[in-house]
């Protein structure tokens, strides 16, 4: 049974396309990959993992997704916070510089001092997001470090001429002791020409090669290093992540393909057993199982569907028993409405009435009753069958003596929902049994069933 696909992430509304990436928990709760990995691959709604969504063809219409893969070609991007960051470095020295200089009485505006620290720090923002490219490309291994130390210190060295370069070309070039002032390392002040100084180009490179390395270069290289780190470190956290929920996926699998046999085995019995007293009981029993049958494939897959739903399956099953007992099978249900949407495991209610029929019902020879009920207080869904029959010779049904459906059945229930969820087995003071399970309540959302696949 195919999902529909949501087109919006439940945390920050970003529009998901479905051929895009994005994630989702066991209850269809959607994030973009952003969020996912802001939430560190649990649900922050319900607690449940998140897993990679199937990607799909795109429908007409959809909203483009955010993502980590999308915001990593965003070029401008490092280069808008480049020049963000310095512009505001820039102008913290010159506001420091400033108050340094005032109570001295040296005769320096504020705007020149700004243009100052401006031509000096400033150039250093086209270089940044080239030293960042460089750094996430070849990033620093210890098997290959002569190769690393070397491009970075040829980087080093590049970084410092463009730096000297495009600081030469302002006005602020280098200061000049002979007129008292600064000058550029392309305009002759005396004469009033452009002309190439090289001696100031070389004295502003000795003055700032380690300067520029150990000052700016190295830090922007750990930065980009601690950047794809991290990054790296959520994507290995994200993978383990979905090979854990892929896991469990398998897990659940193999306990649902316990309870299938085991009902169908169960089902046949019954009807063999009228073959050769009822054969027209026996032939609507048949007819019954096809269609249960029919709606088991329709649910092939689905690990979570509305409680609705399994009660339509579980109606099935007894209208067969009901064939076979007759009148000695009487069942009656009690459902608040509002449950009748909740999120119920498949194939949780069957096993617990298969249990109160053979082990209840069967030994009573009339008047036997099934009760079926569902409350729910907000937070946990309850469910409780109940029986008349002569009870349990134990006082409850656990561990390697369980059958094969109830042990199936916990199992489901604990890779489900972990602690957060009950079952309960116990004798009733007035004679029965009585099954209970408490498991959180969720509403389904939409019109589809929970795939788990």
């Not at 069958?385 to 229930?413: Q, W, Y």
Request: hydrophobic share 40%; net charge positive; aromatic share 10%.
């Amino acid at each position: 049974m195919q999902l529909d696909m949501k087109t919006r992430c439940e945390k920050c509304g970003v529009g998901l396309i479905a051929e895009g990436e994005a994630y989702i928990c066991s209850y269809e709760c959607t994030f973009c990959s952003q969020c996912a990995s802001d939430a560190q691959g649990a649900c922050p709604h319900c607690g449940g993992e998140l897993i990679r969504r199937p990607r799909r063809a795109a429908p007409a219409g959809a909203l483009p997704e955010r993502s980590s893969e999308t915001q990593r070609q965003r070029p401008w991007l490092i280069w808008l916070i480049s020049f963000g960051v310095w512009t505001l470095v820039s102008f913290a020295a010159g506001v420091s510089v400033y108050q340094l200089y005032r109570p001295m009485g040296e005769h320096f505006t504020f705007l020149n001092i700004l243009g100052l620290e401006l031509c000096q720090i400033l150039p250093y923002a086209p270089l940044t997001p080239f030293v960042f490219a460089l750094a996430t490309r070849y990033p620093f291994q210890r098997r290959r470090w002569f190769r690393d130390s070397s491009l970075y210190l040829a980087g080093g060295l590049l970084f410092s001429v463009a730096h000297v370069i495009m600081r030469g070309l302002s006005p602020y070039g280098v200061w000049s002791p002979k007129i008292h002032g600064w000058v550029s390392a392309i305009w002759n002040s005396q004469t009033h020409t452009f002309s190439i100084q090289w001696p100031v180009f070389q004295s502003l490179f000795w003055n700032n090669v380690v300067d520029d390395i150990t000052g700016t270069f190295l830090p922007i290289v750990l930065i980009a290093h601690a950047i794809s780190y991290y990054r790296k470190l959520r994507e290995r956290e994200r993978q383990t992540s979905q090979l854990e929920t892929q896991l469990t996926k398998a897990h659940l699998r193999a306990l649902k393909s316990q309870l299938q046999p085991h009902f169908l085995f169960n089902t046949m019995h019954s009807i063999s057993a009228l073959m050769l007293t009822d054969v027209a009981a026996a032939d609507r029993m048949m007819t019954r199982l096809s269609d249960l049958l029919r709606m088991s494939l329709e649910n092939d897959g689905v690990q979570v569907t509305r409680l609705s739903r399994e009660l339509e399956f579980v109606t099935g099953y007894l209208e067969i028993e009901k064939v076979r007992f007759g009148e000695r099978l009487d069942f009656t249900f009690d459902i608040a409405p509002e449950t009748l949407d909740a999120q119920v495991p498949h194939l949780l209610l069957q096993p617990l009435v298969e249990n109160a029929v053979r082990h209840g019902i069967s030994r009573l020879s009339a008047n036997g009753r099934l009760g079926i009920l569902a409350t729910h207080d907000g937070q946990k869904l309850h469910l409780v069958i109940n029986d008349n029959g002569p009870g349990l010779r134990n006082s409850s049904i656990s561990g390697p003596k369980a059958g094969v459906g109830l042990r199936a059945t916990r199992e489901r229930l604990q890779t489900l929902y972990g602690n957060d969820q009950s079952l309960d087995v116990r004798n009733l003071p007035e004679g029965g049994v009585e099954a209970s399970v408490r498991i959180p309540f969720h509403l389904m959302r939409d019109d589809y069933e929970r795939n788990s696949n």
